[in-house]
């Protein structure tokens, strides 16, 4: 009875370890998948938005590093993340909950006006059209 609960724990530990080092790869791949459409976003050369560091990647990365003044090791560390503009989501979540600036005088602010564009009506042909 003692060695069942013995390798009961052991298989447990086991597990538990298992599960916590399952999160490490899927929190990287996240990283990977922002660097790439950032990269993408500042017009290098990414063609494919996979959760896998490829070697097209990583070199796209090490000429953004080389024309950015950065040191070209292809590794995406701190200094890299601050000039693709990567940042935390939980840092991004507390800026944008930040209180908004204050208006001159404390005036109420006033939306601006919408001007309303006129829908032209078209003939129904009875089928499906997204245009």
């Known amino acids: ?11 447990a530990l086991a597990f538990g370890a298992a599960a916590l080092l399952g999160f490490a790869p ?10 790439k ?3 993408y976003g500042a017009g290098y050369d990414i063609s494919n938005v996979n959760p896998g ?12 590093q080389k024309d950015n003044g950065l040191q070209a090791n292809g590794i995406l ?13 939980d840092m991004a979540a507390a800026t944008t909950s930040a209180s908004p600036a204050k208006t001159q005088a ?11 564009e006129a829908i032209e009506e078209e003939e129904d042909d009875g089928g499906w059209s997204f245009f």
């Open 1 to 11: 009875m003692k060695n069942t609960i013995a390798r009961l724990r052991h298989i």
């Open 26 to 35: 899927a929190a990287f791949a996240d990283e990977i998948v922002a660097l």
């Open 37 to 39: 459409n950032a990269l």
């Open 53 to 64: 560091m490829d070697p097209a990647t990583r070199s796209e990365l090490t000429r953004f």
């Open 77 to 89: 560390d701190e200094a890299t993340k601050n000039a693709l503009g990567l940042i935390r989501v």
């Open 106 to 116: 404390g005036a109420p602010e006033k939306p601006e006006p919408v001007e309303e």
